[in-house]
């Protein structure tokens, strides 16, 4: 079961009954280069005020904009020199910031990846110029150039996703079976496929008892899809189900699969523009308005990825690429890119309620006011 096999959504369809004991977070193959970061800079390190690039997506969430302005800010008070930009215009763009941190002479590049499968060329290009690559939040698929991979377990919290909605239904209505609704993430985006396996890990083996019903039947990745993470796309999509699936009154919706907090809350304005009870809808992110919602009972869980804790444990690996060391890893054999095993720091994501928010975010300044 634990076997897995990383297959972004754009790969293709998958199909509800091909999911059985599957992940698309990984595949152990025996023939993948597995061993450690080979960047120059893991091997002898580099000057203490070196520069370090930074390429994240597009704004799509709080955590991408958190990000930035960590990094900045943490790597000059490491000592470095930081080149920190955002991809606001596209892949072409990421390809270009990339080409450009090589052409600075960057010692470490950090990539969150807008479409993980189409920055090969520049990180083989950064490669060749001896920096070290380190794939943030999204890992980087099809290039044995990528040294070290950097995240929340991304598999465990589609799992967990999938466990508070089976939770929260059944707190509202004791005995099934459930109606719901699946959605995914961007099919350009490697951890949809990883968080959308991971909830069917859970859901799956409801669904063939009969315990849980999809509505629609649209079950397969590719139906699913959010293009782009768009709350948009998600409201559009949810405003069509509600018509074609809900409006009769011959079903009741008791829950929502939402893979992010932006989208929860598009499914939640769809569904009071129906004049529905509001579902059961999951969500990831801990955005300040959805902890909002959470705490008002209508959005019912969020996963805490503390952006601050990535962002330090990206920085550490830095500095120990500075100082000559390998990077801390605690896993070497999940993340399989296509062509190597990339040696991984997981940290463990945690489910949110109502319930558990207020400990949940106790030491976070800006979402432990909104738990009381």
């Known amino acids: 079961m634990r076997k897995l096999v990383v297959r972004g959504v754009a790969a293709g369809a998958i199909a509800l009954l091909a999911l059985t004991g599957c992940s698309s977070r990984n595949s152990n193959d025996s023939g993948s280069d597995s061993g450690s970061g080979s960047g120059d800079a893991a091997k002898g390190g580099f000057a203490a005020d070196s520069l370090i690039g930074v390429s994240l997506p597009t704004k799509t969430s709080e955590n991408w904009v958190l990000a930035g302005d960590l990094f900045t800010n943490g790597l000059k008070e490491a000592g470095f020199k930081s080149d920190v930009q955002y991809a606001t215009g596209g892949v072409s763009e990421q390809q270009s910031q990339i080409s450009a941190m090589v052409t600075k002479g960057a010692k470490v590049i950090v990539i969150g990846a807008i479409d993980a499968a189409q920055l090969a060329t520049q990180v083989e290009a950064a490669k060749q110029a001896g920096a070290t690559v380190i794939a943030y939040d999204r890992l980087l698929k099809n290039t044995n150039a990528v040294d070290y991979y950097v995240a929340y377990d991304n598999f465990k919290v589609g799992q967990l996703q999938g466990e508070a909605l089976l939770k929260g239904?059944?707190?509202?209505?004791?005995?099934?079976?459930?109606?719901?609704?699946?959605?995914?993430?961007?099919?350009?985006?490697?951890?949809?496929?990883?968080?959308?396996?991971?909830?069917?890990?859970?859901?799956?083996?409801?669904?063939?008892?009969?315990?849980?019903?999809?509505?629609?039947?649209?079950?397969?990745?590719?139906?699913?899809?959010?293009?782009?993470?768009?709350?948009?796309?998600?409201?559009?999509?949810?405003?069509?189900?509600?018509?074609?699936?809900?409006?009769?009154?011959?079903?009741?919706?008791?829950?929502?699969?939402?893979?992010?907090?932006?989208?929860?809350?598009?499914?939640?304005?769809?569904?009071?523009?129906?004049?529905k009870p509001v579902p059961v809808v999951t969500g990831q992110d801990s955005e300040v308005e959805s902890v909002k919602s959470i705490m008002a009972g209508e959005q019912y869980s969020t996963i805490n990825k503390d952006t601050r804790n990535l962002v330090k444990q990206t920085i550490q690996m830095v500095k120990d690429l500075q100082a000559g060391k390998k990077a801390e890893v605690n896993d070497e054999k999940s993340y399989n890119n296509g062509v190597k095993v990339v040696p991984s720091y997981l940290l463990p994501p945690v489910i949110v309620t109502k319930e558990n928010a207020a400990q949940s975010y106790a030491n976070d300044p800006k979402l432990a006011p909104l738990t009381k």
Do not use: C, H
């Open 169 to 275: 239904m059944k707190a509202k209505k004791p005995t099934g079976p459930y109606t719901i609704e699946l959605f995914a993430g961007s099919p350009d985006d490697n951890n949809s496929g990883v968080f959308f396996n991971g909830a069917m890990d859970v859901l799956k083996p409801e669904i063939d008892k009969g315990n849980v019903v999809v509505g629609s039947g649209q079950t397969d990745v590719k139906q699913v899809s959010t293009q782009s993470w768009k709350a948009e796309n998600a409201q559009q999509r949810m405003d069509s189900l509600m018509t074609s699936t809900y409006s009769s009154g011959a079903k009741t919706l008791d829950g929502v699969l939402s893979p992010n907090d932006t989208l929860a809350r598009a499914i939640i304005t769809s569904v009071k523009g129906a004049g």
